[in-house]
């Protein structure tokens, strides 16, 4: 093939580098010559175009794809048809890619005019997700260059999705005196969770001390009905003895492995007890975020055998982002002191259900609302206030005269919360771990209130949502990290940062206020409950 300025009068078949104009007549990029369109392009002046004119040897870059893409065994994998150059290859079932390395490297080296990139080695895939992609660089290739790919193609399987089977699970859980029923149904609801994106299903249950006999025979037991049993410890696995590899082998099963070199993930077990595989899952998979127990539970599920020798190789991508809930994280925590927490008070609103006055004045105690919230806010311990105003802006700036507290003013606020909320945001200090979104309109909110989502917050790190509750329920304020702050730049419309929190997948805690979690005054029925008097 040769690439460059050519001729008009020797343009025919020759594929076009740059998309071209001829009067009223666009030609795309990659589009082969006819003799009608040289006619034309000499018609409207043009002496020669930039334009790759291919060898009788030369294969066209849809159709060396295409060639490529036919000569690779697979399973479970879909090729696309051709389209500049390219074939993407889709998953046609969830589950685990594996890939021949080997094999993709050799095809890479054969010439820089033909690539192929898949997804990493055992990466988990969803149906009809891309998996591999073949490329063809330039417009055309040598169709010996090709022929040198399809014979590396013809040596085996070059990737595959091992789908996920429905396996049959049974989940022990010990118990030591001062462990919470609550964590454990958590445990079982997480559980049950990352079995269903695989299409397993958790099928039984038991709940033993944590000691080595009891443990066994459960495991035996639930061994005999399911294809595989999982066991959460009470406690860390503190030594190869310890009870859960302990237990397995006092059930008559074996021990592969007791550790692995993924963080977090660290505690892992992994045994046989009567031809089925037993967990012996560690801490953080109590969890929902991604850890070790996740990639060898995955693959047992898609029907890949996992060795001692697996595992021993996880340890390259094996540092896994920390879970800052767990017991023993991998770092200490930073002192409490120096993560800041800044608030922004929402108070640009325009009370359109109040029928005319701002709800944001109404006297509560003989005092405006609004500085009610704000008076409350400095008196915690939050570093700063940043107060977003909009509707009614100078009245409610009066309202808070004197306060130590910053001015955001939105001319936007009629578009939504999300207008506000980045508002505020953008004018909280740099030094800020997290923003703390509180309602002006939500009188039962005190200064303890906002110190206990403080310190929960200070408590994960300032890497988790914290979110006040009641009863259970989620509700308001709302401590958001730093982490969410480039998202929230890009919200629109009237709506908050819930969406980002759950498709961020970031740990949330909440804390328990009581009922000033849930009330706010957004009829005058509710402000009236609340102890309110509308100011006109």
Known sequence: MKFGPVSIEAAEGAVLAHATTAGERRFRKAHRLSAADVALLRASGV???????????????????QKIAESMAHRNIEAKPAATGRVNLHA????????????INAINAVDPTITIATLAQHAPVEQDQMVATVKIIPFAVGSALVDSV???????????????????????????????????????????ARLARSGGRLTAERRTPHEVEPVAAAAAALARDNDMVVIFGASAMSDFGDVVPAAIERAGGTVVRAGMPVDPGNLLVLGTLDGKRVIGAPGCARSPKENGFDWVLDRLIAGLDVTAK????????????????????????PARAELKVGIVLLAAGRSSRMGGPNKLLALFDAKPLVRRAAERALASKASGIVVVTGHQHERVRAALSGLDV????????????????????????????????VLGDMPGVSSDDLDRLVEAFRKSGGRSVVRASHDGKRGNPVLLPRSLFPAIAHLEGDTGARHLVEAEGLDVVDVEIGQAAAIDVDTREALEDAGGVLQD
């Open 150 to 192: 399809t014979a590396i193609c013809a040596g085996g399987e070059i990737f595959a999705v091992n789908a996920y089977r429905s396996v049959r699970v049974g989940v022990i859980q010990t118990v030591l005196p001062g462990i919470k029923p609550s964590v454990l149904d958590k445990t079982l609801r997480v559980t049950e």
């Open 47 to 65: 002496s020669q175009v930039v334009a790759a004119v291919l060898a009788s040897d030369d294969l066209g870059e849809d159709a060396a794809a």
């Open 406 to 437: 910053s001015f955001a003013d939105n001319p936007d606020f009629a578009e939504g919360l999300s207008s506000s909320l980045k508002t505020g945001i953008a004018r909280l200090p740099g030094d800020v771990a997290g923003a703390m979104i």
């Open 92 to 103: 046609k079932a969830a589950g685990i890619f594996t890939v021949d390395v080997a094999m």
């Open 310 to 333: 697996d595992i021993a190789g996880m340890g390259v991508g094996g540092l896994l982002m920390e879970i800052p809930t767990r017991p023993e994280p991998r770092e200490p925590m």
